[in-house]
């Protein structure tokens, strides 16, 4: 089992504030993925990242991917309460396996 | 709006009922999947699909039947089942199955057995 570990768990800051996620494993993925979910909805994906040490952003959210392609975060600047929800990261596995090995997530609230 | 649409939302059967989840997809993708969702745990995959053909099967009870009848549809039939088995059924496709895999989706459907 390919287990990805998310830090923190849960996480309430204050609208303005920056802050970043984690998101680690010992195994090694071909790709990385990171998925916002609100309540009573399903993921939606923000982002893939594929090569290591790459970095990606997307307006005020910045993700890397680590160089061994083992971890990756996400950061966020200035963050709004429409940020809330639950960040997943999802692992693309190396071999030929036909599924994504999903984090433990971390639920982010962010208060007006 | 992701492109895949499950129905029902919200579902409350019996340990003794039978229903059944259904998955549809409007964006042209060749694979599907089941996920269960956990208070406190990771998203579980349960099958996957590729070109309507089962090509991962997760461990899963007897008691979970998918059905894929094309490209577009998926089913997830549902007999005896228990309280544990209370979750948020999620529904996904990508464009195919193979590395690097993009997943889609759905709203899911809250199931509470009782």
């Known amino acids: 089992t390919q287990l990805l570990e998310q830090s923190p768990q849960f996480l309430s800051i204050q609208e303005g504030e920056n802050l970043t996620v984690y998101c680690n494993s010992s195994?090694?993925?071909?790709?990385l993925q990171w998925y916002r979910q609100e309540p009573g909805e399903g993921p939606v994906l923000l982002v893939t990242v594929v090569t290591g040490g790459e970095v990606k952003k997307l307006k005020r959210l910045t993700f890397q991917f680590g160089d061994a392609r083992k971890d990756s975060s996400l950061h966020i600047t200035a963050a709004q309460p429409g940020d809330t929800g639950l960040y997943l990261c999802?692992?693309?596995?190396?071999?030929?396996?036909?599924?994504?090995?999903f984090g433990t997530g971390t639920r982010l609230t962010v208060i007006p | 709006e992701t492109g895949v649409t499950q129905t029902p939302r919200h579902l409350v059967m019996g340990m003794t009922n039978k229903k059944s989840l259904k998955c549809e997809q409007h964006?042209?993708?060749?694979?599907m999947y089941w996920y269960k969702q956990s208070a406190k745990k990771p998203l579980e995959l349960m099958f996957v699909y590729s070109l309507e053909e089962r090509v991962e099967n997760n461990s899963v009870p007897s008691r979970f039947s998918p059905e894929c009848p094309n490209s577009s549809h998926l089913f997830l039939h549902l007999h005896t089942l228990q309280p544990e088995d209370s979750a948020l059924y999620l529904c996904a496709s990508s464009q195919d199955a193979g590395l690097n895999t993009e997943a889609f989706f759905g709203q899911g459907t809250r199931l509470t057995v009782v």
């Open positions: 999802a692992g693309g596995p190396q071999t030929g396996a036909n599924n994504l090995f």
């Open positions: 195994s090694v993925f071909s790709s």
């Open positions: 964006l042209g993708h060749n694979a």
